[in-house]
């Protein structure tokens, strides 16, 4: 569930909107108990993953005896929070939390706040990010390219847009902007009457100097790749936590990166065109965005072959071994979509009318804006 505030400057026309945002995760009311609480499945207990990456010490040897890498436990326990008898052991040491989590416990909260401008000073500038948190650059990243916000946070585009466009997105929850390309003009896939563009994260990088290269992003630990391999991020440094953990998004099932990474493990499929990809759909005269579909996989970077140790002597890797796959769909409602088409497709006085409905752009944010990756290590487990 997520709550906005907004608050105008004080100039007359108001140059900048203020924008908070808070989120509470629940489980999805769509999910039956049985589905959330009792069907049990197994996962990669991310408290024997963190003892990979620790060097060897008098007090860890017990745990390296006793932990098992795969946990067996509900849905609800393995995104909420999880126990067993080495991480009650670990917690009374300081160490670790009571529980361990893909996501933060249950209703648990964040707030993301923006500064945008709302184009009184240049019509294309509308929904630009000037701040985020209260910080007109991000402190991330050893590189101030790499620390730079740009773009908007994703809900307007800009006007008359076509094929071929880019355009860079704010994306906080992997500390970075991206660029999106318009792809191809599509029916919407909620209105067919109404024409939009599709946006996809563009595979080459535009100028260095506007936005980094892949390098300006290379900062793994000594037991994970220097840069993220082709078609991952990595989310680490991005997290709040005191450990470095090596978790890394992609697109679903591996989508874009080294088929020999997912042929690593038996039963993952190939990337769906559709589902397993992140687009969002622009409305292409008022630069709307008028809905999204999110695919996130996160995955977890195992490379135990400088350290092949019970129990874990099978799992040497190098593996990104496969946590979470997140797929999220945000559309405005039906009848929104067919009053846009009727001012905007049919009578064409679309100038006035994005005027009018670009005071309330931020009612219209998108989750790909949001990124839910943020939240995954926000109560991580603290292990040495």
């Known amino acids: 569930m997520t709550k906005w505030n907004f608050s105008f400057s004080n100039e007359s026309p108001p140059k900048y909107l203020r924008h908070k945002k808070k989120s509470n995760y629940y489980p999805h009311e769509n999910l039956s108990s049985s589905d959330i609480y ?65 996501f933060s416990r249950e209703n648990g909260s964040s707030i993301e706040e923006f500064l945008l401008k709302t184009g009184v000073d ?38 008359d847009l076509s094929v071929g466009v880019r355009r860079h997105i704010f994306v906080p929850g992997i500390c970075r902007s991206v660029v999106m390309e318009a792809t191809k003009l599509v029916p919407h896939p909620k209105f067919s009457k109404l024409q939009v563009l599709t946006f996809e ?22 037991y994970e790749p220097k840069c993220a391999p082709e078609g991952f991020v990595s989310l680490s440094p991005c997290l709040k936590n005191d450990n ?15 088929p020999k990474i997912r042929n690593q493990f038996n039963g993952i499929s190939e990337q769906d065109e559709v589902d397993d990809k992140t687009v969002l759909y622009v409305e292409p005269l008022t630069g709307l965005t008028l809905g999204a579909h999110q695919s996130l996989q996160i995955s977890f970077y ?18 990104f071994f496969p946590i979470i796959n997140i797929v999220n769909e945000v559309y405005p409602p039906t009848e929104t979509l067919n009053t846009l088409y009727q001012m905007v497709q049919i009578s064409k006085y679309w100038f006035n009318w994005a005027v009018y409905i670009l005071g309330g752009i931020c009612l219209l944010v998108i989750l790909f804006t949001t990124m839910t990756i943020i939240r995954i290590a926000r109560h991580r487990n603290r292990m040495g």
């Open 38 to 102: 009792s069907r049990q499945i197994t996962s990669l207990d991310l408290f024997a993953g963190g003892l990979i990456l620790q060097d060897r010490k008098f007090y860890m040897e017990s745990y390296y005896r006793t932990t098992k890498p795969f946990i067996t436990a509900t849905p609800n326990e393995i995104i909420w929070g999880y126990t067993h008898s080495n991480i009650k052991s670990c917690h009374t040491f300081g160490q670790c939390p009571e529980k361990i989590s893909v």
């Open 122 to 159: 240049g019509m294309n500038e509308r929904g630009n990010v000037v701040e985020f948190n209260g910080r007109k650059e991000l402190n991330q990243w050893n590189s101030k390219y790499a620390n730079m916000i740009n773009g908007s946070e994703g809900a307007f585009m800009g006007f």
């Open 201 to 222: 994260p563009a595979e080459v990088e535009e100028n260095s100097n506007i936005y980094p290269s892949v390098s300006e992003f290379c900062q793994g630990q000594n």
């Open 244 to 258: 470095h953990l090596p978790l890394y998004g992609s697109p679903g099932h591996f989508g874009g990166a080294d």
């Open 302 to 319: 195992i490379d135990n072959e400088k350290n092949p140790s019970m129990p874990f002597r099978l799992m040497r890797g190098p593996y």
